[in-house]
């Protein structure tokens, strides 16, 4: 199946420092990628769709100035939490999605997750 | 309301049980259904996809009721190794306009199969 790789897989640092999280899919071309965000014991909850070429769309409540997504080529996307707190500690994955755009019954194919400790 | 709701358990089961875990949804719009499976501090994946004709895989079977906005999932049998959180997902179109979608989450139900 498709795979879909982040890096770093975990990262701990300084309150206010920023943090770049890069999610790649390395077996297929993805013109859109999902981030999100889980905390413990709760769903997974959308952050923003980055599509190739555009610019992200956010969820509601999710501040796009502090949360910097960039979607430079079809196999490349990276979301930089700038200006850490540790309430932004989280556990934050990554999605690709295969297949046609346009159908319901495409797959995402999720990222290992990047698990960030803002101190 | 939530989106998608779901029992989050835990459900405690011996090796061999059956166990059925039940999801509904609120949007009667949602174009596709999925189970994914989560390990602890990892990342979901998928488990099967859900169809309106009920669809089987080995010890897994999902069904979808439509009219009532239920989702359902049994595992036969089950396994040590089936002891995760099992995730409801439900495809939605985005309000935005286009053809974006996105997957809304359950909570996830919890199962422990114990020996």
């Known amino acids: 199946g498709a795979v879909v790789s982040q890096h770093p897989s975990r990262v701990i640092c300084k309150s206010g420092t920023s943090v770049k999280i890069e999610c790649r899919s390395l077996?297929?071309?993805?013109?859109?990628m999902f981030w999100y965000r889980q905390f413990p014991k709760q769903s997974l909850m959308l952050m923003a769709t980055?599509?190739?070429?555009?610019?992200?769309?956010?969820e509601q409540g999710v501040e796009k100035d502090k949360f910097l997504i960039n979607h430079a080529s079809l196999t490349l996307s990276t979301l930089t939490v700038t200006s850490a707190h540790p309430e932004d500690s989280s556990f934050y994955i990554c999605?690709?999605?295969?297949?046609?755009?346009?159908?319901?019954?495409?797959?995402?194919?999720f990222g290992p997750g990047t698990r960030l400790t803002v101190l | 309301r939530k989106e998608v709701e779901q029992d989050p358990g835990p459900f405690n089961v011996p090796e061999g049980a059956t166990v059925a875990f039940n999801c509904t949804y609120s949007?009667?719009?949602?174009?596709?259904f999925f189970w994914y499976r989560q390990d602890c501090r990892k990342e979901p994946k998928l488990l099967m996809s859900?169809?309106?004709?009920?669809n089987e895989d080995g010890r897994f079977t999902a069904q979808l009721n439509r009219a009532s906005q239920y989702i359902s999932l049994l595992i036969r049998d089950s396994k040590l190794s089936d002891s995760a959180t099992y995730l409801c997902?439900?495809?939605?179109?985005?309000?935005?306009?286009?053809?974006?979608?996105?997957?809304?989450w359950g909570l996830g139900t919890s199962l422990a199969v114990n020996p």
């Open positions: 999605s690709a999605r295969s297949g046609d755009y346009h159908t319901s019954t495409d797959t995402q194919y």
């Open positions: 077996d297929f071309q993805a013109t859109t």
């Open positions: 980055s599509n190739e070429g555009s610019k992200a769309t956010y």
């Open positions: 949007n009667s719009a949602s174009q596709s």
């Open positions: 859900v169809y309106s004709s009920g």
């Open positions: 997902v439900v495809n939605v179109k985005c309000s935005n306009a286009g053809n974006n979608r996105k997957l809304i």
